[in-house]
Antibody, heavy 122, light 110 residues
Framework: QVQLVQSGAEVKKPGASLKVSCKAS????????MNWVRQAPGQGLEWMGV????????SYAQKFQGRVTMTRDTSTSTVYMELSSLRSEDTAVYYC???????????????WGQGTLVTVSS | QSVLTQSPSVSEAPRQRVTISCSGS????????VNWYQQLPGKAPKLLIY???LLPSGVSDRFSGSKSGTSASLAISGLQSEDEADYYC???????????FGGGTKLTVL
């Protein structure tokens, strides 16, 4: 069965960087684009960007351009999301989510990781 | 402010039918497929409807989706207490080159 397992909760200081992992299993890793979506406490869902695990190409939301980097390791079927220059507003649950249709940038995300809580505080 | 507009909350009695709306523009809903998610408290979102009106395998047929122009709707019939959750619409926006979500609608089953 398809599973996306994310790394554990983190506490970071303002200005630091964050790297969250998402290990995929139960399907062919390179044939489904992977998105990152975050949710601040009590708030809605916010799309951060997407990575093509096959070639590594990425597309980021303008809000995060210059601060976010998404990478993948095909040998371990893992995608990573790195966010730099953290501020308190980055406190959120971060999710990885697979595109249902496979190799496309789209909004139908059929499998989600369990979420990683990131707290940014001095 | 979210690019897609949803009412913050809606409530209805058990066994009744409720509709949740999502309003956008020609660059998003008007030109791309709409998807709906259900998020139970403390859980990851779950895909409920994709391509405007299709149900993923395993999703109850009490849920249905529709779209007209730049607006979309999610209907839930035969409301049950377990339907209490936050519901989000989502689609691609051609102008922003981004996936956009509605602000979410909190459903309360009275």
């Amino acid at each position: 069965q398809v599973q996306l397992v994310q790394s554990g909760a983190e506490v970071k200081k303002p200005g630091a960087s964050l790297k969250v992992s998402c290990k995929a299993s139960g399907y062919t890793f390179t044939t489904y684009y992977m998105n990152w979506v975050r949710q601040a406490p009590g708030q809605g869902l916010e799309w951060m960007g997407v990575i093509n695990p096959s070639g590594g190409s990425t597309s980021y939301a303008q809000k995060f351009q210059g601060r976010v980097t998404m990478t993948r390791d095909t040998s371990t079927s893992t995608v990573y999301m790195e966010l730099s220059s953290l501020r308190s507003e980055d406190t959120a649950v971060y999710y990885c989510a697979r595109v249902r249709g496979g190799e496309s940038i789209a909004a139908d995300l059929d499998y989600w990781g369990q979420g990683t809580l990131v707290t940014v505080s001095s | 402010q979210s690019v897609l507009t949803q009412s913050p909350s809606v409530s209805e009695a058990p066994r009744q039918r409720v509709t949740i709306s999502c309003s956008g523009s020609s660059s998003n809903i008007g030109n791309n497929a709409v998807n709906w998610y259900q998020q139970l408290p403390g859980k990851a979102p779950k895909l409920l409807i994709y391509y405007d009106d299709l149900l993923p395998s395993g999703v109850s047929d009490r849920f249905s989706g529709s779209k007209s122009g730049t607006s979309a709707s999610l209907a839930i019939s035969g409301l049950q207490s377990e339907d209490e959750a936050d519901y989000y619409c989502a689609t691609w926006d051609d102008s922003l080159n981004a996936v956009v979500f509605g602000g979410g609608t909190k459903l309360t089953v009275l």
